[in-house]
């Protein structure tokens, strides 16, 4: 299936990927073979975006989690798909401790350990999207950034991305590391949807300059649109007006507001692959368009 594509850096992927981070859940632990029959769907369907973080685990003691699960179905695929255009997206910067606690550490011997660790939980020798995962709060963000520069020079990653960065943030980061046309940061993945829309500036700023926009949780509000009284109820419609799921509009809607949009919803059943695919080519129009924009959303 040929799907639309956008740009990540010197990269051409479709422009909806997998989000890989439910299928590390403890419910899923049982499913493995239901979450790499999700990814193999994925590839059979012309997704090339997938994408994970070290992090995304069952627990602390199984930091990796993910990242192996993804290898393992790269690893098993017998389908038609050329995996060389398939590009695996991952992240550090996040640590995890015992009770569930999460914290930060984007130092250098830090970032350094955890890219090493991911390299072989991927059982690659490159990544070639590493992210940014979180700013550490303790750190200067450009000393961050710096470290990141560090596994890039090393050959450990071939492509840096940020997540969870402001629009300030993303101007440090390009004084540093450059512009995707650069060869510098070439993505940003920040919560946006319907729900929440506090990180426009960001979208903003990302369109000016070219860079990829990976929306992280982009299907807030759209469960709740079929609701009596909801605010979303402009989605609920409009699907029907297309012929489609409010979250299949929903995502269709996110692409639809910069061309440097590439979505990344979670999945863990091969039925969802089929949905998010769908809404890659989902037309809306502008008026259309235009009524969702003008939802309320609870963060603003």
């Given at each position: 299936?040929?799907?639309p594509t ?7 992927v479709?422009?909806?990927g ?6 590390s859940?403890p419910?899923m632990?049982e ?23 070290n992090i ?5 003691s199984?930091?990796g989690h ?11 695929y017998?389908?038609?798909?050329d ?14 401790g ?14 350094r350990a955890?890219c ?5 939980c991927?059982?690659v ?12 709060p ?25 997540s ?15 512009g995707?046309?650069d ?6 993945q ?6 929440f ?21 982009p ?29 299949e ?6 692409l ?12 863990t059943?091969?039925a969802?692959?089929d ?6 080519t ?7 368009q235009?009524r ?7 963060t603003?």
């Amino acid at each position: 299936m040929n799907l639309p594509t956008r740009r990540l850096g010197d990269l051409t992927v479709t422009s909806v990927g997998v989000g890989c981070m439910p299928m590390s859940f403890p419910a899923m632990l049982e499913k493995r073979d239901q979450a790499i029959a999700t990814l193999h769907r994925a590839l059979d369907l012309g997704v090339t975006l997938i994408d994970t973080a070290n992090i995304y685990a069952p627990s602390s003691s199984t930091i990796g989690h993910n990242e192996t699960l993804v290898a393992e179905a790269l690893r098993t695929y017998t389908g038609a798909a050329d995996l060389g255009a398939v590009v695996v997206a991952t992240k550090g910067g996040i640590t995890r401790g015992s009770g569930g606690t999460y914290g930060s550490d984007s130092s250098p011997d830090a970032l350094r350990a955890a890219c090493e660790k991911s390299l072989a939980c991927l059982g690659v020798s490159q990544i070639q999207l590493y992210q940014h995962h979180r700013p550490d709060p303790d750190l200067p963000y450009a000393d961050q950034i710096r470290a990141l520069l560090a596994l890039k020079e090393a050959g450990l990653v071939a492509r840096i991305g940020l997540s969870n960065a402001s629009d300030e943030q993303i101007d440090i980061a390009i004084g540093i590391l450059g512009g995707p046309q650069d060869g510098g940061v070439v993505s940003v993945q920040n919560q946006y949807s319907p729900k929440f829309r506090a990180n426009r500036a960001a979208l903003d700023r990302c369109t000016e300059l070219g860079i990829a926009y990976l929306p992280w949780s982009p299907l807030g509000g759209a469960s709740q649109a079929s609701e009596v009284g909801s605010r979303y109820v402009e989605f609920a419609e409009v699907a029907a007006e297309v012929g489609a799921t409010a979250q299949e509009v929903t995502l269709a809607w996110l692409l639809k507001l910069s061309p440097v949009v590439i979505n990344i919803p979670g999945a863990t059943r091969p039925a969802t692959i089929d949905s998010i695919v769908k809404s890659a080519t989902l037309e809306l129009s502008d008026q259309q368009q235009a009524r969702l924009d003008a939802t309320v959303p609870e963060t603003a």
